[in-house]
């Protein structure tokens, strides 16, 4: 029976074990300043990105070559997507069905009284000579996943700068305003939705016609807006429906936000607290609308007179 | 060389075992499956690991690189993830010594704080930056990672846990 310790290690091919000695010379920067350096930079991107907005082009590169794993990494999830979409009975999708049918016949109804309402109020805007109202272009795309970011509310979009998007479109779905275009990357964009803590949105009460801002209040249940400075008297009560009231010159005018729940008049305080739910599915909204942001392509400014024109240089001058 | 009492001689580490195994890390935490804080952070476990067992070939500034993936990724803010990796890998690095005289059990609960304090780092940056509270459930992501820390273990050693000379008894 051989000793341990001659035989065993003799037969054993070199280059077997994990055991190397450090390199003696070749140490590189100590792990301190390796950290040092890489959080210096990890600060300064930070501040960058959050302050001066001027990271989106590392943004856009680092996304234009992850974009291979996240579709890979997507393709378990949407597997089974199909698979259940599959197996769903067929109950339910008759009954799907004919709900979107009734609902179907209903906006034809509507939709056919707008063609003649729009002819309508186009001849009495020329009447009144108004400008005419415009009609946003719009397109297409598909929600591909919630951001896993828990600290925001983002959707990812299937289009990108390839499919022309641009930064700060509006994005709805069948029953409201979802977000806002924040970021476009090469073949990918992100949504800010209406109940993000940073989204604001200036709204219009339908019934009365008080404009105010809305703002996202993620904490609710599944994500709420709340009207902020009304005043405690304001004229506001459950089931207002505010719409966009198109003063930002981003959203159109007319478009359903949110409808009011629940409204908290207290003594103490000079403000209501108003809570309101979004329209459109924030949770899982698949299929959704990008319109083109009004400010790109706006009503033309009207024509100011010369004088003034040569005032202001002038005032610039000095 | 100082040697553990009952320590395993292991085969050298493939560098592209390595390395794949880093991608495979990244590739799980991008399974989009909605926002769920509670979500173990397996990048931020195999970073450790191979920070505490091949601190020469994975370190800080590889952290720092898969940080920044998953911060494009998640949408969040650009450098928080990076920030966060940077510190556990170099406290993983300045534990790696002691770290693997202990069993694996005890290995666990000693890398624990390191993930709390990768998870504190993020929260902190974000609540600074504007952010909204992820709520209560955030607080098991680091109990998770923990916990899987002797399943890593046995995953990622077993390629040097081979036989060095296989033959028809030994295929593996």
Request: glycine share 8%.
């Amino acid at each position: 029976m051989p000793r341990r310790g001659d035989g065993a290690q003799l037969r054993m091919p070199l280059g077997t074990l994990d055991r190397s000695p450090p390199p003696f010379f070749k140490q590189g920067p100590s792990a301190l300043s390796k950290l040092m350096v890489c959080s210096t930079l990890a600060l300064f991107l930070m501040v960058a990105d959050a302050r001066f907005r001027i990271a989106q082009p590392v943004r856009a590169a680092v996304a234009t070559i992850l974009f291979p794993v996240e579709w890979l990494a997507m393709r378990p999830v949407l597997g089974l997507r199909f698979v259940a979409g599959y197996f769903e009975s067929l109950a339910s999708a008759q009954a799907g069905e004919a709900a979107a049918r009734q609902r179907l016949a209903q906006l034809s109804l509507r939709a056919n009284q707008v063609e003649q309402l729009e002819v309508e109020n186009r001849r009495l805007r020329k009447l009144l000579e108004l400008r005419d109202r415009l009609g946003a272009p719009a397109r297409a795309a598909e929600v591909l996943y919630d951001a896993a970011d828990p600290y925001s509310r983002k959707v990812i979009l299937d289009a990108g700068l390839a499919q022309g998007i641009q930064p700060g479109s509006p994005v709805l779905d069948e029953l409201g305003v979802l977000g806002q275009v924040t970021r476009v990357h090469p073949l990918v964009s992100e949504v800010t939705l209406v109940i993000d803590r940073e989204q604001a949105i200036p709204v219009l009460n339908a019934r009365t016609g008080a404009r105010s801002v809305a703002y996202g209040d993620p904490s609710g249940q599944g994500g709420t807006l709340e009207l902020r400075f009304m005043a405690g008297n304001a004229d506001v009560q459950p089931g207002d429906l505010l719409t966009t009231s198109g003063v930002d010159g981003v959203y159109p005018p007319g478009l359903p936000v949110a409808r009011v729940s629940k409204v908290d008049r207290r003594q103490d305080s000079a403000f209501a607290r108003i809570e309101c739910t979004p329209q459109a599915l924030v949770q899982g909204a698949r299929h959704v609308m990008v319109l083109t942001p009004l400010g790109s392509e706006g009503p033309q400014r009207p024509a100011v007179p010369e004088d003034a024109t040569a005032g202001a240089r002038k005032g610039q001058r000095k | 060389m100082i040697m553990r009492p009952g320590q395993q001689l292991l085969l050298p580490a493939n560098p592209v075992f390595i390395w794949g195994s880093l991608l495979l890390a990244l590739l799980a935490n991008m399974v989009p499956l909605g926002r769920t804080p509670w979500l173990p952070d397996l990048l931020a476990l195999a970073l450790v690991f191979w920070s505490v067992h091949q601190p020469l070939r994975v370190g800080i500034v590889a952290a720092f690189l898969f940080g920044l993936a998953m911060d494009v990724h998640e949408t969040g803010l650009l450098g928080q993830h990076a920030l966060a990796y940077t510190a556990l890998s170099y406290f993983a690095i300045t534990i790696h010594r002691r770290l693997l005289w202990f069993s694996v059990p005890s290995q666990a609960l000693q890398v624990l704080p390191l993930f709390i304090a990768a998870h504190a780092i993020q929260l902190a940056v974000r609540m600074m930056a504007g952010g909204s509270f992820p709520g209560g459930s955030l607080l098991l992501a680091p109990v998770i990672e923990s916990l899987l820390w002797p399943l890593i273990s046995i995953i990622l050693l077993a390629p040097q846990r081979r036989a060095p000379d296989p033959d028809e008894n030994r295929p593996l």
